[in-house]
């Protein structure tokens, strides 16, 4: 069984970069992809991108010019770069196991602030 | 790449049904049998209801179920009960590699 455990800054300042980090145990770490989707307070959810083991990525059009999703397959870990915050970038930050065109389980969540 | 419309909220009594709407285009909804539901919980993570537009994992109650027409998915909740009061959200794949939410709607069991 899949379980995500996810850390990183919680709190930025406009313009600098938020980086997040996604550990996964047990299941096999080659078999998936790995997501990052992010839920503005109070507001619905929004894909951010995905990765596999060998380093694969695809991103969302809007995001993909900030963002930046990498793999370290020694630690079967997941991270999240995003440059250039702003506080609309305020959101709690979920990691997500794609087991096919779904995602499950999601790590517990980082909330991550921008504010000066 | 714009949000899937989701009704903001839906309402019933326990016991009685209710149907959650996700309309997108032909881009997304209507182009892939890949629709999937999520509940959550307020302070908690979105958990897997439904994926493959109909199919439950193990451990969902068979009270919930989904359906797709043309651009149009829906989750419908049989039996409603008081701990599935939450918010719910769909999710389909959109091609290109990449997904879309729907902005989510609030069950309030009465």
């Known amino acids: 069984q899949v379980q995500l455990q996810q850390w990183g800054a919680g709190l930025l300042k406009p313009s600098e970069t938020l980086s997040l980090t996604c550990a996964v145990y047990?299941?096999?770490?080659?078999?998936?992809?790995w997501s990052w989707i992010r839920q503005s307070p109070g507001k619905g959810l929004e894909w951010i991108g995905e990765?596999?083991?060998?380093?694969?990525?695809n991103y969302n059009p809007s995001l993909k010019s900030r963002v930046t999703i990498s793999v370290d397959t020694s630690k079967n870990q997941i991270s999240l770069k995003l440059s250039s915050v702003t506080a609309a970038d305020t959101a709690a930050y979920y990691c997500?196991?794609?087991?096919?065109?779904?995602?499950?389980?999601w790590g517990p969540g980082t909330l991550v602030t921008v504010s000066s | 790449q714009s949000a899937l419309t989701q009704p903001r909220s839906v309402s019933g009594s326990p016991g009685q049904s209710v149907t959650i709407s996700c309309t997108g285009t032909?881009?997304?909804?209507?182009?892939?049998?890949?629709v999937s539901w999520y509940q959550q919980h307020p302070g908690k993570a979105p958990k897997l209801m439904i994926f493959?537009?109909?199919k439950r994992p193990s451990g969902v109650p068979d009270r919930f179920s989904g359906s797709k027409s043309g651009n149009t998915a829906s989750l419908t909740i049989s039996g409603l009960q008081a701990e599935d009061e939450a918010d719910y959200y769909c999710c389909s794949y959109a091609g290109i590699y990449t997904y879309v939410f729907g902005a989510g709607t609030k069950v309030t069991v009465l």
């Open positions: 493959d537009v109909s």
């Open positions: 990765i596999n083991h060998s380093g694969s990525t």
């Open positions: 997500a196991t794609e087991g096919g065109n779904w995602f499950d389980p």
């Open positions: 047990g299941g096999s770490f080659n078999v998936y992809y």
């Open positions: 032909s881009s997304d909804v209507g182009g892939y049998n890949f």
